[in-house]
């Protein structure tokens, strides 16, 4: 991706500046990730294996066939494949996720800090949406449908709830080997050590013992 920035400061009317920047590519096939220092390169949060030892299984994952476990408070469950679980994919910046989904389940608010997301339903019926940045705040929603898509763009709060009284099933892509995830009520009630309390209540306009009580349930 490449962009460019042109800079003009005023009291020089006609001092002007460009600059152009972009994400670099990799300069290599790959870089298979691995836990081993010896003999290996530095790239990209992880070492890199020598390339005459890379392997098939470098670049293979078994188990997206497995429903996951959604007996949890939230409804739902998250099976990551990124690069822990695909050392390829170690500066290849893509990886993906199988979300299962209770009936009335949801993958509560949360957001993605170093990636864009693509959303496809398999089955089921999804109510999704996410919210644009201060000050509008607005939120932008919809009802998805099984081989319906829908992107969530990197950093922004989002949502995928299930409004169905069956069983639902999606697979996501993100444009990261490790896009992370931010749940936000947990990292607001469930930090470690926690939030201030009265900081808490100050933010969310609620009563401190509604606060004290979240914080103890997360």
Do not use: W
């Not at 460019?4 to 009317?13: D, E, H, K, M, R």
């Not at 030892?53 to 408070?73: E, H, Q």
């Amino acid at each position: 991706m490449h962009s460019i920035l042109v800079a003009c400061f005023l009291p020089l009317a006609f001092a002007c500046f460009l600059a152009s920047a972009f994400d670099p590519s990799p300069l290599q096939d790959f870089c298979v990730a691995i836990d081993d220092t010896t003999d290996a390169v530095f790239v990209n949060g992880k070492f890199c294996k020598d390339p005459k030892l890379v392997v098939a299984d470098d670049f293979f994952f078994s188990g997206l066939n497995k429903p996951g476990n959604t007996y949890n408070r939230v409804g739902s469950n998250v099976t990551t494949v990124n690069v822990d679980q695909i050392p390829g994919l170690n500066t290849l910046g893509i990886s993906l996720v199988r979300i299962d989904y209770a009936p009335y389940g949801e993958n509560p608010p949360h957001t993605h800090p170093r990636g864009t997301e693509i959303l496809v339903v398999v089955q089921g019926t999804l109510y999704v949406g996410f919210v644009t940045s201060n000050p509008e705040n607005r939120l932008i929603t919809k009802i998805l449908y099984p081989r319906d898509v829908f992107i969530f763009p990197i950093g922004l709060i989002h949502f995928q709830y299930n409004v169905g009284n069956t069983t639902t099933l999606a697979f996501a892509g993100l444009r990261s080997q490790n896009a992370g995830v931010i749940t936000i009520a947990n990292a607001m009630f469930g930090s470690n050590p926690p939030i201030n309390p009265d900081v808490l209540t100050k933010a969310f306009q609620l009563d401190k013992n509604v606060v004290t009580h979240l914080q103890s349930i997360f």
